[in-house]
């Protein structure tokens, strides 16, 4: 009786890509984790411990004047120094040199004859013989805090002034900026695959070559051209046409390769039985190539779209920083910017940004792997 045992590369290759799936799954899923912490849990402990209490120490200033009560002589503070009163306080103090100096539940004798009492749940109370001052006192404390998660974070970064545009403007740089690469290129693969004309075979071999050259190295050349045709004809520098022109430039080189080897790939016969039928290049391309081409197609506009939605670099070269075209990915790092070093706004913003590439990935990912193995193999 024969059985079929699978061969050591094949459970190589298995174990491979689940180590991929892995390695790429479980950061982004810490992204995931930490964009919906409290902002203080983020710095006090990793991802991995956000479903256990963290130690964190807190500075909580009392109210002072606005805040003080007089009962038998004595001006008095009271209130919780932690934020919603959730938590164990295990040591306070009132220095930052000493930030667990007394236990809690000690009364400790300040400045002024002033008295501070700190109990375990947070609680505070804050005697002086003479009124406060208008800025308090501060209480530093050690705290174990019970895990929290918000949604403040993605509150912070869909409400920041401007992201409603920003996001449109993406939107207006991205989907041209797919198509007409996509529409261009397929015309050029079906002209490489099926039509004889001088040099297509140097053409084509020119067009792989590009594929090698780095981005950083004809950005300049391009511009500079750009912004020469737009002197020669009055046209203004920074406008949707130019970064369109520029991303289409950048992303044709792919697409005439990945399109060109699936057209390449059909089969020979159609394109003949329509010659016969007195069908031209044009008829050919539209009525057969286009529909038996939508693997290929789909699978370039996800790369395509995906590059273009997350670009930084050709959007601040061709579009500039203005309100009115900024892009979404720009307007996300002015926002971390001015925010100092927040982690729960860039982790918040990741994912803002990464909504609409997820939509496009899974509404098209059936054609993505057979649009990458097309021309791959060919039938006898």
């Known amino acids: 009786m024969y059985s079929h045992k699978k061969s050591p ?183 490489l695959s099926w039509m004889k004309f001088p040099f297509r075979n140097l053409l084509l071999a020119i067009i792989v070559g590009l594929l090698v050259v780095p981005l950083q190295m004809s950005l300049i050349p391009l511009l500079k051209m750009y912004n020469a045709i737009g002197q020669t004809f009055d046209v203004p520098a920074k406008t949707y046409v130019g970064i369109w022109l520029a991303h289409m430039g950048f992303g044709l080189p792919l697409a005439i390769y990945l399109l060109r080897n699936y057209i390449a790939g059909l089969p020979r016969e159609l394109m003949e039985s329509a010659r016969v039928d007195g069908a031209n290049d044009f008829m050919i391309f539209n009525k057969i190539i286009l529909p038996l081409s939508y693997p290929a197609l789909a699978s370039f506009a996800i790369f395509q779209f995906l590059w273009t939605w997350n670009d930084l670099l050709v959007a601040t070269v061709f579009l500039g920083n203005s309100e009115q075209t900024i892009v979404l990915t720009a307007r996300l790092r002015e926002l971390l910017g001015s925010r100092g070093g927040n982690w729960e706004i860039l982790t918040a913003s990741a994912f803002v940004s990464i909504i609409v590439p997820l939509v496009v990935f899974f509404a098209l990912q059936r054609y993505l792997v057979r649009g990458l193995l097309a021309g791959s193999v060919k039938g006898g």
């Not at 503070?77 to 959730?86: R, V, Y």
């Not at 998660?149 to 041209?176: C, D, K, M």
């Open 9 to 191: 590369l094949v459970w190589f290759s298995h174990i491979t890509v689940l180590v991929l799936v892995v390695l790429w799954t479980i950061p982004t899923f810490g992204l995931l984790v930490t964009s919906l912490r409290d902002k203080d849990q983020i710095v006090a402990s990793g991802w991995w411990t956000s479903l256990s209490t963290s130690t964190q120490n807190l500075i909580y200033r009392t109210p002072g004047e606005a805040g003080q009560t007089e009962e038998d002589g004595l001006y008095i503070n009271t209130g919780n120094a932690l934020e919603d009163g959730a938590g164990k306080v295990s040591r306070f103090g009132t220095s930052s040199l000493r930030p667990q100096e007394f236990e809690v539940g000690q009364t400790v004798d300040l400045d002024d004859g002033m008295q501070l009492t700190v109990e375990e749940n947070g609680d505070y109370r804050l005697t002086s013989p003479e009124s406060f001052g208008r800025r308090g006192e501060r209480i530093f404390v050690t705290a174990e805090i019970p895990p929290r998660f918000t949604f403040e974070n993605y509150r912070n970064v869909l409400t920041a002034e401007g992201i409603g545009q920003s996001f449109l403007n993406s939107l207006t740089v991205a989907i041209p900026s797919t198509i007409i690469p996509v529409l261009v290129a397929a015309y050029a693969a079906y002209a």
